[in-house]
């Protein structure tokens, strides 16, 4: 019986097109990521790494496209009160901006934002482990949009004649 079910749950997913990320196929040999130091250039040169071919320069050379981070916010708004004026609710905000040059410094990916929300609970008493909470939360969006940003990167076709 279990066997079947362990069959039946391949063919369930196999049928339904999931499949394992893999590789990305980034379209050009390498990139060089500004500013360098910045939590999400951290986070796309781990990916771009370990999930491509592609090398990522220490700084722009010759041969190496640019992708320039132009802005990262985060931001916190009150959603919600408790009858007391307590804060019962906040929404955690995360902002990206960016573009793609090419090595002779045209624009590749026009600039580009990317705009992430996640809902956090908010209790008085519990102030170090939400903060904790947050933290975490912001470290998810900005890993979140390190993914969206090399799935673009990925699908950008290069003109031969540039």
């Known amino acids: 019986m279990r066997r079947l079910l362990a069959i039946f749950l391949l063919l369930t997913l196999a049928s339904c097109g999931f499949h394992l990320r893999g590789e990305q196929k980034l379209p050009f040999e390498s990139i060089a990521i500004s500013p360098e130091e910045s939590q999400l250039a951290l986070a796309l040169t781990r990916l771009i790494r370990e999930g491509s071919e592609a090398r990522v320069a220490g700084a722009p050379d010759k041969v190496s496209y640019r992708l320039q981070i132009l802005s990262e916010v985060n931001d916190r708004i009150i959603l919600s009160l408790d009858a007391t004026g307590q804060v019962r609710e906040y929404q955690l905000r995360y902002k990206v901006a960016f573009r793609l040059l ?3 410094g045209e624009v590749v990916i026009p600039r580009s934002e990317l705009f992430l929300t996640r809902l956090m609970s908010y209790d008085i008493s519990e102030i170090l ?18 993914d969206q940003i090399v799935r673009r990167l ?3 076709r290069l003109d031969e004649n540039r």
């Open 129 to 146: 482990a939400k903060e904790s909470e947050a933290s975490l939360l912001y470290r998810n969006m900005r890993q979140d949009a390190a």
């Open 154 to 156: 990925a699908a950008v």
């Open 102 to 104: 090419d090595p002779k």
